[in-house]
């Protein structure tokens, strides 16, 4: 069982940057690749970004290439999304997901949740 909390949520304006954290309660974080979600209003989850075990390949959804950033602390348990330019169409609850080998960007295949952050980006 891997347990994550999300933090680093809020309210920004367009153009502004925000930087979401998950914590991993596993000391065998590393055993875990890592993805980001986020869901709006009245949408489905959609993928964001994920991050290798060891960090060393990243992906992103076409819609925060360039803005967003994913890394991850291994020693310290935690990925981070760096959030750049932020648009209002980046509003929305984004989650944290783990899994030992899931396909990247399908949110099905990750076994592991967290309880989600708000971002609110106002126009």
């Known amino acids: 069982q891997v347990q994550l909390v999300e933090s680093g949520g809020g309210l920004v304006q367009a153009g502004g940057s925000l930087r979401l954290s998950c914590a991993a309660s596993?000391?065998?974080?590393?055993?875990?690749?890592m993805g980001w979600f986020r869901q709006a209003p009245g949408k489905e989850r959609e993928f964001v970004a994920a991050i290798s075990w060891s960090g060393g390949s990243a992906y992103y959804a076409d819609s925060v290439k360039g803005r967003f950033t994913i890394s991850r602390d291994n020693a310290k348990n935690t990925v981070y999304l760096q959030m750049n330019k932020l648009k209002p169409e980046d509003t929305a609850v984004y989650y944290c997901?783990?899994?030992?080998?899931?396909?990247?960007?399908?949110?099905?295949?990750?076994?592991?949740w967290g309880q989600g952050t708000q971002v609110t980006v106002s126009p």
């Open positions: 596993r000391r065998t974080f590393s055993y875990y690749f």
């Open positions: 997901a783990a899994d030992e080998d899931p396909d990247s960007d399908s949110d099905y295949t990750y076994d592991y």
